[in-house]
C-alpha cells in the first residue's frame, strides 16, 4: 500500500490546484465588481482596471477553509510563519492570517516569512477536568471546554501546530502557555503540553514505508477526557 507516499508526495499539487481555484473565484469576483463601478467611465479605462483588479486578486489561499467533500469536522490553516531570530524560539505568524488578539510585539520589519499548510480534524469535543479547583466548586464550574482533534503538517516550520492553531484558529493547544496569553490552561493538564505525537510515517525510497506509533495519551471517556501526563 504506497498510499502514504502518495499523501505526502501528492500534497503540493493539490495546494496548487486550490490556490487556482480559489483564484479564479476571487478573480471573477474582483472583475464584476469592477466593471459595475466603471460603467461610466471610458471603455479602455475600464478594461484597464479590470485587469488590474483580476491581477491583484491573485492571493494566496485564505488563512482557514475547508475542501469540498471532505469530511465535516476538517478543515485547513494555511499561514506563514518566520522565526524572530533574536535568541528566542518565538515564531510569527504572517500579520495578514493571525487574529489581531493573538499575536503581539509585531517587528517594523518581518523575518523571512515561509509558506506553511495544516490539516485539522476533530475527533471529539467534550471537557477536562481543572485540577486547580477545590472540592467545594461546582462540578460544571471545574470543567474546560476542548476537542481533541489530529493534526497533519503538511509543512514542518517551527511551532507550527502551535502557531497555527493558536494565532490563526483561535484555539490554542490546552497547556501551552508560549503561545496563550495567560496560564489558566495550565492548571487543567499539570506539567505537560497536550500536544503529542502519535504517529510518524517516513516513506523510503524504492517503496518502503517505515511507521512508528505511541500510545494515545487522550483517553475519551463519554463527555470528559483523560489526560495522562507521561512525558
Given amino acids: 500500500d504506497n498510499s502514504a507516499v502518495e499523501n505526502i508526495c501528492s500534497w503540493p499539487l493539490i495546494v496548487e490546484r486550490m490556490t487556482k481555484e480559489y483564484n479564479q473565484l476571487t478573480a471573477t469576483a474582483s472583475a464584476a465588481s469592477a466593471a459595475d463601478e466603471q460603467a461610466t467611465h471610458h471603455t479602455d479605462d475600464r478594461a484597464k482596471a479590470d485587469q488590474a483588479n483580476s491581477e491583484s486578486s491573485t492571493s494566496l489561499l485564505p488563512p482557514l477553509f475547508r475542501i469540498q467533500n471532505e469530511e465535516s469536522d476538517s478543515f485547513y490553516i494555511c499561514a506563514s510563519i518566520g522565526e524572530v531570530g533574536d535568541g528566542r524560539f518565538d515564531v510569527l505568524v504572517d500579520p495578514s492570517a493571525a487574529l489581531p488578539s493573538a499575536q503581539s510585539n509585531i517587528p517594523p520589519v518581518l523575518p523571512e516569512m515561509k509558506p506553511s499548510l495544516t490539516k485539522c480534524t476533530v475527533l471529539w469535543r467534550g471537557y477536562v477536568q481543572d485540577a486547580t479547583t477545590s472540592a467545594t466548586e461546582k462540578e460544571e464550574e471545574a470543567r474546560v471546554p476542548v476537542a481533541k482533534v489530529v493534526l497533519s503538517p ?5 511551532h507550527q501546530l502551535r502557531v497555527h492553531l493558536s494565532r490563526v484558529a483561535g484555539c490554542p493547544i490546552l497547556g501551552d502557555v508560549a ?7 495550565r492548571g487543567a493538564v499539570g506539567s505537560r503540553m497536550c500536544l503529542h505525537a502519535k504517529e510518524l510515517v517516513i516513506p523510503l525510497i524504492g517503496g518502503q514505508i517505515h511507521t512508528f506509533t505511541a ?8 463527555d470528559s477526557i483523560q489526560l495522562d501526563n507521561f512525558c
Avoid at 154 to 158: K, L, N, V
Avoid at 215 to 222: E, I, K
Wanted: glycine share 16%; charged share 35%; aromatic share 16%.
Fill in 215 to 222: 500510545r494515545d495519551p487522550f483517553v475519551v471517556d463519554g
Fill in 154 to 158: 503538511w509543512t514542518g516550520r517551527r
Fill in 179 to 185: 503561545y496563550t496569553k495567560g496560564t489558566v490552561d
